[in-house]
Structure formats: structure tokens, C-alpha cells
């Protein structure tokens, strides 16, 4: 995998991660998902910022000013790379969908009564989920963003 | 990386599967209300026990310089001290505010009788116990006292049960931890809300307030509930008051007990009473809840045998609702004021409904006034 491409992954994940999240919490509790308003935009509040960062790295990387520095285009042989770069972020959109569904189907009406999953154990498998993401994601970001390099113009 | 690639789905496909085809059990059914929080509906603050205690100390304070003060007992039990031959009026917020010499009704002086209000017996001779906050050191056997409670709190198990129900502690949701004792409704093992809870100790980090018994007071009828709405039955053809309750009660048993609400009900004299526990409510369908319905009929008159020209019913309910399927106490909620709106609508307009069986013709004259001819 070549760092511009682990970039745009990056970039591209996050923002799709970010709009779902933002539909979903928003759009989710008026159609029926079991959870209150005010619970929704608790978990939007706590997932979201992860992924805000990430954003935040690449616009920096993107529109910062100074000399431009001559990047490693040709990738990094290490074979691991794609799969740290991929990989976490996979799991994180996995995890997710999994805590949902079980969130949703445990609270569902014909679920015998008191074997729902509460908010609490919702937002911790989010949280988890995204420590994943703090332990290995970030150092990507942080490389692939914050190391110096910036792309070439194209002119 | 293809290989991992592979073997990242394989996990991924396999952790579904177990998702989608374990049985999933995130809470454990409780049998009792075991460290059970609740919202209380009139929540008490350390402030508020504060203001309140000086006012009772500030009444008595004037009371002790024209009335001795002398032995006397409290069920029974004659270690206490009070002011006797003398009447003290109730503030509208509860508690002592003037005093008069008048009656032979008892105000305590601390160290203040401790109970829970539930199991303080009815004697309409002695008038009904007026309560009022004090510092647990001004309490009779206060430590000792707030210890059984919370051990109670611990067990979560119902006492103090009889016709009208059992008692309960529960721990009040607020800012500091309190203690309240709520009436509690088991109808055919079916549990209902915990309602009209009062709360009993506010434990804050440096001080502890518990409710006393601060006297008792004829005239009133103290902690008793405001009904949520009444409906009135004006009879034109003055039938048999007992006759009449009968079919009203039975009427109203049928409409708490068919659909929408399919309450487990159970018939008392005056009173018919129906709750349901951790079902999906039937009126506010988005939420689980724990409810309990309940209608009092009165009559202007002594007897049952003589006609009567009207029938009163009294509808309260206590309502708490989740909109997950848990048992945590902390989820169960009080509804909000538009759903607790939606729901008394709905149970008024059945009741309604239910009621003019009774009658052979009848005329609503307005919302919660029935003409009847009744049967």
C-alpha cells in the first residue's frame, strides 16, 4: 500500500464514518431504534471527535504552508502496513454495526422483559472499539500526516 | 496481506454469527427491588430539610416559653417528650408553622419518634402523623434506626404487606443518596410502580437528615396523593349507593383489565387497583413501563343501603417508563409531561367508556361529569 493511498483510506473512512454516525444518531431514535435523543447525541458526542482528528491531521497536512518536502511515493515495503492502516478501521465499522444490531434487537419488543442491553454497555463497546482505533489508527494518522510530508503540487 | 485479509473476515464473519445466534441476556430478572434508584416525584435536598428544620425549631423554640413540656408516648412506647394540650397548624409545605392552645393533639420534641410512614398504623383518634425534617442526632435511636433501614435498602424485599399493598425502600435519585419508602402493588406476583414514595434520610457527606415524626394532627389527611383527574356520576333515578358502587367498580375493573391497558387487577371495597411491570407499554408504544392504575369511588352518605343522587371516582396513577428493555433502576424514568398527558387521555377516555355500562341511558354534560339512569 502506498502512503498516498493509506492517506486517502484514511481520509475516505473517516468521512464516511463521520456521515453515517451522524445519520444514524440522528435519523435512528425518530424511527423506532431504541434509544432517546439525548442518548443518541451522547454516543454521537463520544464517537465522533476520534474521527474529527483524523480529519483535522489531513487538512493540516493538506493546506499547511512552508517548504514542500519530496515524499516517499514509491510506499512502504513493510507488508503490515495496509493491514494497520485498514484493518482497525474495518474492525471499528464491524464492532459497530455488531453493538447496534444486538443494542437493537435485545431492546426489541417481543425480547423478554429486562434483557436488553443498556446505554451504558453500548457506548463502552463504542468506546473500546475506538481505542482500537487511538492505539493504532492514530499512529498511522500521525505518521502519514504529521511526519513533514506534503504531496507535490501538480501544476 | 491477502492471508491476513482473510483471516480478518473470517473473524469478523464468525463473531456475527455468534451474535446473531447467541441467545443475549445483558440484565438478570430481579424478584425484588434490590438496590433499586428511583425517581422520586417530589425529590427533597439538604436545603430544603435545612429551612424546614429551623421553622419547626423556631415554632417550638415560641411554643416552650408558655407550654411545658411532659412524658408522652408514641405507639405505645412512652420515651418521648411532647407538647401536649396544644394544637400547632400545618404550613401549606408541610410542618409546624404557629401554635395555639387548643385539643389534646401531640407535638414531639426532639429526640423525635423515627418511622417509616407506611407502617405508622391508621387511628383516626390520634389524627394523622405530620413529618417533618431533623439532623439524625436529633432523632430517637437515629443511627440505629437509618442502620435497619439501610439494610432493608440492601435486601430490596417487600414488608409491612397488607390489603393495601407492601412497603419498599428505594434509593431516590439526586444529589446526594437518599432513602425513600414507597407503597408497592402485587397483584397475582405481578409487581406494579413504586408509588408515593417519601423520602426518608438524605445522607450528604457531612451531615444526615432523616424525616421524624414531628406530632399528629386530626382534620387532614397528611401524604395523601392528588388524584390525576375525577368523574362525577349524577344519578337521575337515585339507585342504592351499594348497588351502584358495585357496578361502577366492576365497570371500571373492565376497563383497566381489557385492551388497551390489560392491567392485572384485583377489587377492593372502594377501590379497584390495576398495575403491569416491564411490558411494552400499550399506550406510549416506543417505551417499556411499570404502572399502576387506580380508581376510589366515594359517595356523600353513611350507608350503602340508602339512595344516593351521586358517585364519585378518584383516578391516580404512578407511571415510569424505559425506552430500553432493562431492568436498570436508572434507566426507569418519570414519563414526560406530554406522555403522562397521552396516557391519562387515553385511561380517562376508556374509563369513560367503561363507566356508562352502568347506566341504562346517559349524557356526558361535560368532560368528567355523567348523567346517568342507571340500571
Not at chain 2, 402493588?185 to 423520602?199: E, F, K, R
Not at chain 2, 389527611?221 to 392528588?226: D, I, K, L, V
Request: hydrophobic share 40%.
Amino acid at each position: 500500500m502506498s502512503v498516498e493511498s493509506a492517506r486517502k483510506w484514511v481520509i475516505v473512512s473517516s468521512l464516511m464514518i463521520t456521515g453515517a454516525l451522524f445519520v444514524f444518531f440522528l435519523v435512528a431514535p425518530t424511527l423506532g431504534f431504541p434509544l432517546e435523543f439525548s442518548q443518541a447525541i451522547r454516543l454521537l458526542q463520544i464517537a465522533l471527535p476520534v474521527f474529527f482528528g483524523y480529519l483535522g491531521s489531513a487538512s493540516r497536512f493538506i493546506f499547511k504552508t512552508g517548504p514542500t518536502v519530496i515524499m516517499q511515493e514509491a510506499g512502504i515495503k513493510n507488508s503490515l502496513f495496509g493491514l494497520l492502516v485498514k484493518g482497525p478501521v474495518i474492525v471499528f465499522i464491524v464492532a459497530n454495526a455488531a453493538a447496534f444490531f444486538s443494542f437493537a434487537y435485545s431492546n426489541r419488543a417481543a425480547a423478554e422483559p429486562g434483557t436488553g442491553m443498556d446505554v451504558d454497555t453500548l457506548a463502552t463497546i463504542i468506546t473500546v472499539a475506538l481505542s482500537l482505533l487511538a492505539v493504532t489508527t492514530n499512529a498511522a494518522v500521525s505518521f502519514l500526516f504529521d511526519a513533514g510530508d506534503k504531496p507535490a503540487e501538480s501544476t | 496481506m491477502q492471508r491476513s485479509g482473510e483471516l480478518l473476515a473470517g473473524v469478523v464473519v464468525f463473531a456475527f454469527l455468534i451474535i446473531c445466534f447467541t441467545p443475549i441476556t445483558f440484565g438478570q430478572e430481579r424478584k425484588n427491588l434490590n438496590g433499586q434508584n428511583i425517581q422520586l416525584q417530589n425529590p427533597t435536598t439538604v436545603s430544603r430539610a435545612r429551612q424546614d428544620y429551623s421553622r419547626l425549631v423556631a415554632a417550638q423554640k415560641r411554643e416552650r416559653m408558655d407550654f411545658a413540656i411532659e412524658d408522652c408516648d408514641f405507639l405505645g412506647s412512652r420515651t418521648y417528650k411532647c407538647i401536649a394540650q396544644s394544637k400547632i397548624s400545618r404550613r401549606s409545605g408541610g410542618g409546624i408553622s404557629s401554635i395555639s392552645r387548643e385539643g389534646g393533639i401531640r407535638y414531639y420534641v426532639a429526640p423525635f419518634p423515627l418511622l417509616i410512614p407506611q407502617e405508622i398504623p391508621s387511628d383516626p383518634h390520634r389524627g394523622e402523623p405530620v413529618f417533618d425534617w431533623a439532623p439524625i442526632s436529633e432523632a430517637f435511636n437515629g443511627t440505629h434506626v437509618l442502620e435497619n433501614w439501610k439494610q432493608l435498602l440492601r435486601a430490596g424485599n417487600f414488608f409491612n404487606c397488607n390489603d393495601a399493598g407492601c412497603t419498599v425502600l428505594v434509593r431516590g435519585l439526586g444529589e446526594n443518596e437518599q432513602i425513600a419508602a414507597c407503597s408497592i402493588d402485587v397483584i397475582n406476583n405481578q409487581m406494579g410502580a413504586p408509588s408515593g414514595c417519601l423520602t426518608l434520610a438524605i445522607i450528604a457527606p457531612q451531615e444526615t437528615w432523616v424525616r421524624v415524626v414531628a406530632g399528629f394532627e386530626t382534620g387532614g389527611q397528611a401524604n395523601m396523593g392528588r388524584p390525576d383527574f375525577d368523574i362525577s356520576i349524577n344519578f337521575q333515578n337515585r339507585p342504592i349507593a351499594g348497588s351502584v358502587i358495585s357496578a361502577a367498580l366492576a365497570a371500571s375493573q373492565q376497563g383497566l383489565a381489557n385492551p388497551p391497558f390489560s392491567l392485572s387487577t384485583t377489587l377492593a371495597a372502594r377501590s379497584v387497583l390495576g398495575v403491569a411491570a416491564y411490558r411494552v407499554s400499550p399506550i406510549l408504544p416506543s417505551s417499556r413501563e411499570l404502572v399502576t392504575l387506580r380508581v376510589d369511588v366515594s359517595f356523600d352518605g353513611k350507608t350503602t343501603d340508602l339512595p344516593i343522587p351521586k358517585l364519585g371516582l378518584a383516578i391516580s396513577s404512578t407511571l415510569y417508563v424505559n425506552r430500553q428493555n432493562t431492568q436498570r433502576p436508572e434507566d426507569w424514568h418519570l414519563p414526560s409531561p406530554q406522555q403522562e398527558q397521552s396516557y391519562l387521555s387515553q385511561f380517562k377516555a376508556t374509563l369513560k367508556r367503561s363507566i356508562q355500562s352502568i347506566c341504562r341511558t346517559s349524557t356526558w354534560t361535560d368532560d368528567s361529569t355523567l348523567m346517568c339512569e342507571s340500571r
